[in-house]
């Protein structure tokens, strides 16, 4: 077959002929017999290629049977209708007894889409997520001091490698506590262009996220304000002796105290 061969148009140039050669006794009364046949031969393919492509899912041989004319040769017709499509964007296939059109094996490329999507959180991180958004810089006492539970370390170390939170400093306080703070990347992803576009208890209420009966005294912090001031915490040195704490806290599943 070559490459500019036409299956299909091979197939009902073979019924013309059978149809000559059985004269007019067999494929009717008049010349126009033989033509009948090969029209109604071609039908039946546009009427197969119909069903398949609409259908939800692969169609077996008896299900076509029933949906075609009872003279059609449904094996014949998919084996005709095969070729015709087997060098395009999308090909005929069998999948256990059933037919279908799946986009040729060549061109799966061109369809493919990769997404990248955080890991979906639990409560808890979402809650330890907007705290740390609402109340920055917050150590982690703070932090279950205002959910009235303790604060996993998975829970943080999610946040860390979404890329969501960071540290901010530590606290001028004893034990000098890390502080933690929000990222550009978090920024991003929820559409904000500055940690004070933050919703506040307007835009929750209007939300349905707060009912609107709050108890006395509840406010929702603005960021924005800068609720601390800078003199509280001091900077990070993470080429310094608190570059090991970081490491040996948060990322000792992936790098050794020794990095």
Known sequence: MTQDSDPIGEAIARLRERAQRQ?????GSDANGPRLAVDAERHRLRQLEALLFAAAEPLDIETLQARLPAEAEVEKLLAALQADYAERGVRLVEVGGRWRFETA???????????????????????????????????????????????????I???????????????RSPGRPVTYGTTDAFLDYFGLSAIGDL????????????????PPGFEVPDPGL?????????????????????HVDFMEDEEGEGD
């Open 23 to 27: 004269g007019a006794t067999e494929t």
């Open 199 to 214: 919703p506040g208890v307007a835009d929750l209420k209007a939300a349905g996220l707060l009912d609107s009966r709050l």
């Open 157 to 171: 170390d999610l946040l860390f490698e979404i890329g969501w939170i960071r540290l901010r400093g530590r606290r």
């Open 105 to 155: 094996p060549d061109l799966a490329s061109l369809l493919e889409e990769v997404k990248e999507e955080p890991r979906r959180l639990s409560d808890a991180g979402l809650e330890t997520l907007a705290i740390i958004a609402y109340h920055q810089p917050v150590t982690r006492a703070e932090i279950e001091e205002i959910r009235g539970v303790a604060v996993s370390k998975g829970t």
């Open 226 to 246: 800068g609720l601390r001031g800078e003199g509280e915490d001091e900077e990070l040195d993470f080429d310094g002796e608190d570059s090991p704490d970081f």
